[in-house]
């Protein structure tokens, strides 16, 4: 069995992000990395947008870079200059391949392409038994998905589905300066429902339908919002459909543990990186690497407190999503309160988890309390609010 001194279960985002944050550390040269993916990441499977305000590692393959967003709600549009924020996509072929490059010419890294049946604890190290061979490590790193046994009496279960195609144009109808972060001026149907549009030019953009809701709809019903979206809002009955995107982000405040016993690490969404409330976790994911990287390399070993996620980001988390399962229609008005009263940069280094308590009071204050208030009696109460049954 080849022994090496980290094992990397997937290919993905996470997994490539911590190879990618690894390969950049000089003090960890001599250290041998295993990689084991199923697929040959050759195709652009998915995209990944953010907000930052700090350069990142992947300024060069942003496919596109935004300085403005807009948002709209019935009573209340406006479009926000990011201030020191940027919003960015990046295809993720580009972010793959990129990595790939990177980590092509390094001797300490080895790639194998097989899928994982099993990674286990053992007593100095973890073992990984896959459809390539058994390899051991002194630690491992997971990024499958997680295989949740749920718990609807006592943790919530939503999801943040999509379908959005990217349409060309005959005329100029997309304003490329600004993105469309949330239109929630259609029907909300008892559920979170908004449009969000990346313009790419003015005669090309991402027109996506999302929803925060329980289950995914038929596929038709996302498509006729879209329809509806362009010749209501627009004006634009010509277009073509050139690309498809189609998804489900699990939101949950189901606790998803950091590791998985002494020697397993977990990564991306299997170690909770997608913040529950948002399905945001890119960002989130390189900031995981980094903080693991700089660990590593200064001690040796995995820092004790994996992510340093704060606890008061939790409970914000859990009352959102436990609005969202008891009365979906009123995120929208919950979203109106947050950009009608507050500065872009503060809701996004909310969002982003460093915001100080200060500035935490601001953010809460600035929403009507009551919904809070009932989410957080079923808090305290231990079960998930539910939406009460339509009387007759």
Sequence with gaps: MVQFDYLIVGGGAAGLSLAYHMAQEPRLATKKV?????????????????WTDEPTPFDGIA??????????????????????????????LDYYQFVQRALADNPQFTFVRGAVESLENTA?????????????????FDSRPPALAQNPGKHRYLLQ??????????????????????DFRGPQQQQARFIYVLPFAPRKALVEYTLFSEAPLPKSEYEAAIRTYLSANLGVSDYRVTAEEVGAIPMTDHPLPAR??????????????????????????????????????????????????????????????????????????????????????????????TTSWTDNLRVMNSVTPGPFMRSIAQVLRGRPGQRAPVKS
């Design 260 to 353: 998985d016993g002494a020697r397993i690490i977990n990564l991306g969404t299997r170690g909770g990186r997608a913040k529950p409330s948002t399905g945001y976790a890119f960002k989130r994911i390189q900031q995981h690497s980094a903080r693991l990287v700089a660990a590593l390399a200064a001690t040796g070993h995995p820092p004790r407190d994996s992510t340093g996620d704060r606890w008061q980001f939790h409970l914000f988390d859990t009352l959102l999503l436990d609005i969202m399962q008891r009365r979906g229609e009123t995120t929208r008005d919950i979203f109106r309160e947050l950009f009608e009263r507050n500065p872009v940069e503060r809701i996004f280094r909310f969002l982003d988890e």
């Design 63 to 92: 496919a596109h870079e935004w300085r403005k967003i807009a948002f709209r709600s019935p009573g209340f549009e406006k479009e926000f200059d990011l201030g020191a924020f940027r919003y960015q996509m990046i295809r993720g």
């Design 124 to 140: 100095d190290g973890v073992r990984v038994r896959s459809s390539a061979g058994e390899f051991a490590a002194r630690y491992g």
């Design 161 to 182: 589905h999509f379908v959005g195609w990217e349409v060309e144009t005959d005329t100029d109808v997309f304003d490329p300066n600004v993105v469309e972060f949330m």
């Design 34 to 50: 295993l990689l084991i993916e199923a697929e040959a990441k050759d195709r652009n499977d998915r995209t990944w947008s953010f």
